[in-house]
């Protein structure tokens, strides 16, 4: 599968952002998919997960705040950001782990996600 991240972008603390990701090449509904993000300085972490069947996990910090979504038909998981905050800029990736036995399970390390897209950078302004 390729992994093709868009819709970052500059927008006001308190603001909403909705980046996508659209796959191509495999069957979509076989992958688990995530987001995760990379701040200036820092590692890559977690951000949510969704699993095939539509089960969600969200990092502590994001909860209440993102939501993660999937639609198999158009081969696209979405972040959609609200109340963004000034430490929510980074670069957010998409990533798929392809997913047979289960459709509720999800990931959240980044070692168990082999396929990446480019990123998308985020930057909230306070």
């Known amino acids: 599968v390729q992994l093709q991240a868009s819709g970052g972008g500059l927008v006001q603390a308190g603001g909403s952002l909705r980046v996508s990701c659209a796959a191509s090449?495999?069957?979509?509904?076989?992958?688990?998919m995530a987001w995760f993000r990379q701040a200036p300085g820092k590692e890559r972490e977690s951000v949510a997960a969704i699993s095939r069947g539509g089960v969600t996990n969200y990092e502590s910090s994001v909860k209440g705040r993102f939501t993660i979504s999937r639609d198999n038909d158009k081969r696209t998981v979405y972040l959609q950001m609200d109340n963004l905050k000034p430490e929510d800029t980074a670069v957010y990736y998409c990533?798929?782990?392809?997913?047979?036995?289960?459709?509720?399970?999800?990931?959240?390390?980044?070692?168990?996600?082999?396929?990446w897209g480019q990123g998308t950078l985020v930057t909230v302004s306070s």
């Open positions: 090449r495999g069957t979509f509904s076989y992958y688990t």
């Open positions: 990533a798929a782990r392809r997913t047979i036995l289960s459709d509720s399970t999800y990931y959240t390390r980044e070692n168990e996600y082999g396929y």
